[in-house]
């Protein structure tokens, strides 16, 4: 596709249950990030992907926190047992060399837990 | 660990008006910077990347320059449009990572018709 896609674009969900949140980079872009952008709070790291090397997660914030990478292409961000403090919009982004070269990012994915 | 500050948090113009946006951060071993605009509802759109060899990187009415020395870099736009009326965010990598980027938290831009 021409720019990097996210789905859904809105999510609200209760507190509790399980999200998946769905990327879809440019074709060829060997890196990919997620961040999470709250109110306030600015742009915060989750987690990256470069490859096939083994991905930096060093920012989850928590073990309910998980993300995967299929074929080098499409990656989930997957929330379990989701709490208030987890609404906040969820961006991906992806490059054709980590940070050497410029982040193209979706739209979000606006995440509310009620 | 890398931190990035952005001065001011917000700034309205009238059209047509020259304008400098700051940016600083504390480690300044980095490989790049990265300029960025968020309009409201949307992804970011990247701007302008600077190598750490450069001092400069113009395009249109936008030029970004990099003194890592001082930890600083300045986004200016000439003869400002109220499309351009925005909330920029400049990143920088760092911390003893050359690809996880730390982010500021924005200038939001109001450009007045």
């Known amino acids: 596709g021409a720019g990097v896609s996210q789905s859904p674009s809105n999510k609200v969900t209760e507190k509790g249950k399980d999200v998946e949140l769905r990327c879809d980079p440019i074709s060829g872009h060997t890196a990919l990030y997620w961040y999470r952008q709250s109110l306030g709070q600015g742009l915060e790291f989750l987690i990256y992907f470069q490859g096939n090397s083994a991905p930096d997660k060093s920012g989850l914030p928590s073990d309910r926190f998980s993300a995967e990478r299929t074929g080098g292409s499409v990656s989930t961000l997957t929330i379990q047992r989701t709490q208030q403090e987890d609404s906040a919009v969820y961006l991906c982004?992806?490059?054709?060399?980590?940070?050497?070269?410029?982040?193209?990012f979706g739209n979000g994915t606006r995440l509310t837990v009620t | 660990k890398q931190e990035v500050t952005q001065i001011p948090a917000a700034l309205s113009v009238p059209e047509g008006e020259n304008l400098v946006l700051n940016c600083s951060f504390t480690d300044s071993a980095i490989y790049n910077l990265q300029w960025f605009r968020q309009d409201p509802g949307k992804g970011l759109t990247s701007l302008l990347l600077i190598q750490s060899s450069q001092r400069e990187q113009t395009s249109g009415r936008l030029n970004a320059s990099l003194d890592k020395s001082s930890g600083r870099s300045t986004l200016y736009i000439a003869a400002s449009q109220p499309g351009d009326s925005a909330t920029y965010l400049c990143?920088?990598?760092?911390?003893?990572?050359?690809?996880?980027?730390?982010f500021g938290k924005g200038t939001l831009l109001t450009v007045n018709p």
């Open positions: 982004a992806s490059s054709a060399q980590g940070s050497l070269s410029p982040l193209h």
């Open positions: 990143a920088a990598p760092g911390g003893g990572s050359n690809y996880k980027l730390t």
